[in-house]
């Protein structure tokens, strides 16, 4: 519960003005459940969901998952309600077990924290659980696995909404990676120690100042002083992704920056972002994005505000 409201519920207005209005709602507002040694008092009942453009449902009650209670029928009710008007539909960890209660997750794929993914599709068989992936945005109706990758999610939705500048500005205040994709495994090889990973932040901080190269992973191993397989085997322990597949995403995120904050051409950006030709950029932005970049441009004019800034956010 605490990552939406860190992410969402401060105001950043150097970043994006207006930012977001928060709602804390819970099943009748005073004092709830908040986890061990916490009560938490909500200023809002479930009918603060009403007139809401994105519910996120952090949890579900522990009963639900550790002894098979039904989701609480007054939040599979407000969950509906609010789909129906019109809200998008949000859940970290467990939440999704709500999501699917309320029939939202019929038909789609949906993830949640890899513990209970196996309890999730036992439970609603009409739903397609992937429990291999960090996140799954399906348009109108977003799943996350649990703790980080939530935030994950949370980062997401700030990106769509305000774009790539003010969620990595945002992620660099929380001391947080800026962007990993949703598809991202959930699981890291472990073997690996952990202070392995604080070795690759050099090498990869000097890749993002040089993404108009052309890198290859012999280039970022050998600057790592490391074989290509050893630094193959430890970025993918510290980042989920190959070397290549990281790269990719590090370079459509600098695309996605100059196409909001500059005038430049998109042959230009391609080349500065090491995506090479404006046809390639094209191709691999439009199928990571959804959109062509030229579209995705349009949503942020440059009239001297600061990127993000007089859009309205997504409550």
């Known amino acids: 519960m605490s990552i939406p409201c860190t992410v969402f519920g401060k105001p950043q207005p150097d970043l994006a003005d207006p930012w977001y209005e928060l709602r804390l709602c819970g099943a009748g507002a005073g004092p709830g459940g908040g986890g061990p040694g916490l009560s938490v008092r909500t200023p809002y009942g479930l009918d603060g969901l009403e007139g809401a453009d994105t519910v996120v449902v952090a949890s579900v009650p522990d009963a639900c998952v550790e002894e098979d209670a039904p989701v609480p029928a007054d939040l599979v009710a407000a969950v509906r309600r609010a789909h129906r008007a019109g809200a998008r539909m949000v859940s970290l960890c467990t939440g999704a077990f709500a999501l699917a209660a309320a029939g939202l997750l019929d038909g789609r794929r949906a993830t949640a924290h890899w513990m209970h993914t196996g309890l999730l599709a036992r439970r609603f068989p009409e739903v397609r659980v992937d429990g291999s992936v960090l996140y799954v945005d399906d348009g109108d109706v977003l799943t996350s696995a649990g703790l980080t990758a939530g935030l994950d999610l949370c980062l997401h939705l700030v990106r ?61 191993a050998r600057r790592a002083a490391m074989s290509p397989r050893t630094f193959y085997r430890r970025l993918q322990a510290a980042t989920g992704a190959a070397p290549l597949q990281w790269l990719l995403d590090q370079r459509l995120a600098r695309a996605q920056s100059l196409l909001e904050a500059t005038d430049l051409p998109v042959d230009r950006i391609g080349e500065l972002s090491g995506l090479g030709t404006a046809n390639n950029l094209r191709h691999h932005f439009t199928k990571r994005v959804g959109v062509a970049p030229g579209e995705y441009r349009r949503a942020f004019p440059r009239d001297g505000r600061p990127a993000g800034q007089g859009r309205v956010p997504r409550r």
């Open 160 to 220: 769509r909404d305000l774009g790539a500048h003010v969620a990595d500005q945002l992620a660099r205040r929380m001391v947080v990676p800026a962007h990993r994709p949703g598809g991202q495994a959930q699981f890291v090889d472990l073997s690996v120690p952990a202070s392995d990973d604080e070795g690759l932040a050099p090498v990869l901080e000097w890749a993002r100042e040089h993404l108009d190269r052309p890198l290859t992973v012999a280039d970022l």
